[in-house]
């Protein structure tokens, strides 16, 4: 199985920030690597699909790039609606995984 | 407005049996692979089972496989997941989520929406 792992696992930004996740791969996934966002009592959202697409309605301080097995998630500029934690997943293998998650707390 | 709503959580003994279940509205469910993804109580998301859109295609994680079993009914537009011999460690919120396409290989593919979950608690 592909094994996901996010760094770090937890990060105390400032609004307005950039902020920058990196997501690895124990193997090679091309660009089958989508990032989503979970608020407290939330389902998750997507954010970003095939690494560098930005889902519909998701502000454009996300962005995602990377292939192979490194990844990043950058939010541009902060914002206080972003605490949240975040969760990379592989979907090159049909027996997908996730990320362990980043949480990003209010500092 | 698409929703998936998933039901059957509950309190259950350590070797018993659950079934949930997942109802899709807003969407033609037959057209698309669906998956169980689970959260235990404070961690990360886990996926759990993924079923292609005629069944053709089902896959599981290893923490699952040979208790869990996943089936559709695209006519009722449902999606359950058959859980046996429950553990200790199958406490947790279990999501239904929608992919965008019919099967794993259908690329790219991604979990574009998602149910509130059920919760479901295995103790003695």
């Known amino acids: 199985d592909i094994q996901m792992t996010q760094s770090p696992s937890s990060l105390s930004p400032s609004v307005g920030d950039r902020v920058t996740i990196t997501c690895r791969a124990s193997?090679?996934?091309?660009?089958?690597l989508n990032w989503y966002q979970q608020k407290p009592g939330r389902a998750p959202r997507l954010l970003i699909f095939?690494?560098?697409s930005l889902q519909s309605g998701v502000p454009s301080r996300f962005s995602g790039s990377g292939s192979g097995t490194d990844f990043t998630l950058t939010i541009s500029s902060l914002q206080p609606e972003d605490f949240a934690t975040y969760y990379c997943q592989q979907s090159y293998s049909s027996r997908i995984s996730f990320g362990q998650g980043t949480r990003l707390e209010i500092k | 407005e698409l929703q998936l709503v998933e039901s059957g959580g509950g309190l259950v003994q350590p070797g018993r049996s659950l079934r949930l279940s997942c109802a899709a509205s807003?969407?033609?469910?037959?057209?698309?692979?669906m998956h169980w993804v689970r959260q235990p109580p404070g961690k990360g998301l886990e996926w759990v089972s993924g079923i292609s859109w005629n069944s053709g295609i089902i896959d599981y994680a290893d923490s699952v496989k040979g208790r869990f079993t996943i089936s559709r009914d695209n006519a009722k537009n449902s999606l359950y997941l058959q859980m046996n011999s429950l553990r200790l460690e199958d406490t947790a919120l279990y999501y239904c989520?929608?992919?965008?396409?019919?099967?794993?290989?259908?690329?790219?593919?991604?979990?574009?929406?998602w149910g509130q979950g059920t919760l479901v608690t295995v103790s003695s």
């Open positions: 989520a929608k992919d965008s396409g019919r099967s794993a290989y259908d690329r790219p593919n991604y979990f574009d929406y």
């Open positions: 807003g969407f033609t469910l037959g057209d698309y692979a």
């Open positions: 193997q090679s996934i091309s660009t089958w």
């Open positions: 095939a690494a560098s």
